[in-house]
């Protein structure tokens, strides 16, 4: 289940991006680089 839609016309959803930013922390347990963060978002929310 996606937690925010990106949309060439408006922002992206604030607290949809937080909340599923704060679950790839966890998973990742709790520290990570940018890097590694940011591929555990797309994981999670199956962005291609």
Known sequence: MRRFEIDAETLPDLPGMML?????????GGSATIQ???EKVIELEGVT
């Open 20 to 28: 599923v930013t704060v679950e790839a922390l966890k998973d990742l």
């Open 36 to 38: 590694e963060l940011d």
